[in-house]
């Protein structure tokens, strides 16, 4: 964790704060990887979307995968480099919009291949099919792109004796929030079924879920991993992390609203953990508070209540020295990535402004605030 050096009475309530000075921090780890092995490595949108910050990070970065075709127009206008794409199924309209926008794609299925790719036979653009190794280490099932029956890749049974001509690249996702020990091991799994596929292509998207800027992470067998599977297969490896690159390097900031009792103390905040943060409903886990503990540890216990009207949308109990005051502003750590592009606004709960904190000149901007035309704009 990364303590918060700005002042949270500076900002609005409810902001996302984005620390320039940490995503630095992991903008050099992710840039040394590609410089120690030649790979490319490309922004998730997926996962961190702050494009405000898109500027700074190009610097850094190769470019970016795109899940969606607003997320390769984002990437294309305020990334300007890379953009690669990826969808479980794409429409008609989809490849059209994309293939004005994206370097390389890559489908879910054969079947999508053969619907559109007589569209890329005379295109610049770099096709590669999905596959899944059907080997995870996931404790989330919710996250797990290969459990089973996933919808997500080209399992072996469907892969074997299909034409592969056209196709120049293969692209793999096994991994969340994992270290490179897993993809040693994911990669043996892949290159007993695959292997063959592997030498036939130029290029090998190891996806994302790679937690390099993690502090116990093991960036030398990361790139040791790398370099060897390069070598072997005389391919360009790409890795698409999202939440590495945002990992510690932003916060949540909101305000107590209300105390109530009810077996217990809750506090209500201006946050909602359905709208704000639903990864804590849907992981599920516990955001961690700075200045709180666990429930019990310290004199006074609150369970933290989110805005909305879902029973359910309650942030976690946590303990504190002192009684929580109605107006106190409560930090909540690691909130960059997987907030910001997973926001609702359901019961017309305001969406969290966005803004940056840049520690060299210890400067605060708020990028954005939202209102009403958001919730509007939704409806009709």
Same mark, same amino acid.
């Given at each position: *964790?990364?303590?918060?050096?700005?002042?949270?009475?500076?900002?609005?309530?409810?902001?996302?704060?984005?620390?320039?000075?940490?995503?630095?921090?992991?903008?050099?780890?992710? =840039?040394?990887?590609?410089?120690?092995?030649?790979?490319?490595?490309?922004?998730?949108?997926?996962?961190?979307? #702050?494009?405000?910050?898109?500027?700074?990070?190009?610097?850094?970065?190769?470019?970016?995968?795109?899940?969606?075709?607003?997320?390769?127009?984002?990437?294309?206008?305020?990334?300007?480099?890379?953009?690669?794409?990826?969808?479980?199924?794409?429409?008609?309209?989809?490849?059209?919009?994309? *293939?004005?926008?994206?370097?390389?794609?890559? !489908?879910?299925?054969?079947?999508?291949?053969?619907?559109?790719? =007589?569209?890329?036979?005379?295109?610049?653009?770099?096709?590669?099919?999905?596959?899944?190794?059907?080997?995870?280490?996931?404790?989330?099932?919710?996250?797990?792109?290969?459990?089973?029956?996933?919808?997500?890749?080209?399992?072996?049974?469907?892969?074997?004796?299909?034409?592969?001509?056209?196709?120049?690249?293969?692209?793999? /996702?096994?991994?969340?929030?994992?270290?490179?020990?897993?993809?040693?091991?994911?990669?043996?799994?892949?290159?007993?079924?695959?292997?063959?596929?592997? !030498?036939?292509?130029?290029?090998?998207?190891?996806?994302?879920?790679?937690?390099?800027?993690?502090?116990?992470?093991?960036?030398?067998?990361?790139?040791?991993?790398?370099?060897?599977?390069?070598?072997?297969?005389?391919?360009?490896?790409?890795?698409?992390?999202?939440?590495?690159?945002?990992?510690?390097?932003? &916060?949540?900031?909101?305000?107590?609203?209300?105390?109530?009792?009810?077996?217990?103390?809750?506090?209500?905040?201006?946050?909602?953990?359905?709208? /704000?943060?639903?990864?804590?409903?849907?992981?599920?886990?516990?955001?961690?508070?700075?200045?709180?503990?666990?429930?019990?540890?310290?004199?006074?216990?609150?369970?933290?209540?989110?805005?909305? #009207?879902?029973?359910?949308?309650?942030?976690?109990?946590?303990? !504190?020295? /002192?009684?929580?005051?109605?107006?106190?502003?409560?930090?909540?750590?690691?909130?960059?990535?997987?907030? *910001?592009?997973?926001?609702?606004?359901?019961?017309?709960?305001?969406?969290?402004?966005?803004?940056?904190?840049?520690?060299?000149?210890?400067?605060?901007?708020?990028?954005?605030?939202?209102?009403?035309?958001? &919730?509007?704009?939704?409806?009709?």
């Amino acid at each position: *964790m990364n303590e918060p050096r700005f002042d949270p009475d500076k900002v609005p309530s409810p902001s996302y704060v984005v620390d320039l000075g940490y995503l630095h921090a992991n903008a050099l780890k992710l =840039k040394e990887v590609q410089d120690r092995t030649h790979c490319k490595i490309l922004l998730a949108l997926k996962g961190y979307a #702050c494009y405000s910050t898109f500027p700074f990070l190009k610097d850094y970065l190769a470019g970016i995968c795109a899940s969606s075709v607003s997320e390769a127009l984002l990437g294309d206008e305020f990334f300007g480099k890379e953009v690669h794409a990826y969808s479980p199924a794409y429409s008609d309209q989809d490849i059209e919009e994309l *293939m004005p926008l994206v370097g390389h794609i890559s !489908f879910n299925s054969f079947s999508q291949w053969e619907r559109y790719k =007589k569209k890329f036979k005379n295109s610049q653009i770099s096709c590669g099919l999905r596959i899944n190794p059907e080997y995870s280490e996931l404790k989330y099932p919710l996250y797990d792109p290969s459990g089973m029956g996933s919808r997500l890749g080209i399992t072996l049974e469907h892969f074997q004796g299909k034409d592969l001509q056209g196709l120049e690249g293969l692209h793999f /996702h096994s991994l969340c929030e994992q270290n490179s020990d897993t993809l040693e091991r994911t990669l043996e799994v892949l290159e007993k079924k695959f292997g063959p596929a592997l !030498f036939q292509m130029k290029w090998v998207n190891f996806g994302g879920g790679h937690h390099i800027t993690r502090e116990d992470y093991d960036i030398d067998r990361l790139c040791r991993i790398i370099t060897s599977f390069q070598e072997k297969y005389q391919v360009q490896v790409y890795l698409e992390p999202g939440e590495a690159v945002g990992l510690n390097t932003g &916060y949540l900031v909101g305000t107590v609203l209300d105390i109530l009792e009810n077996k217990g103390k809750v506090a209500m905040l201006d946050l909602s953990a359905t709208c /704000h943060m639903p990864d804590v409903l849907e992981m599920p886990y516990r955001p961690h508070l700075y200045g709180a503990d666990h429930p019990g540890i310290k004199a006074h216990t609150y369970r933290l209540g989110g805005l909305s #009207c879902l029973a359910g949308d309650m942030i976690g109990d946590y303990s !504190f020295d /002192h009684p929580l005051q109605i107006g106190d502003k409560l930090v909540f750590d690691d909130m960059a990535h997987y907030t *910001m592009v997973k926001t609702t606004t359901f019961n017309g709960v305001r969406l969290p402004a966005i803004t940056i904190f840049d520690p060299a000149s210890s400067s605060i901007q708020v990028v954005k605030e939202f209102g009403y035309l958001e &919730y509007k704009s939704r409806l009709s």
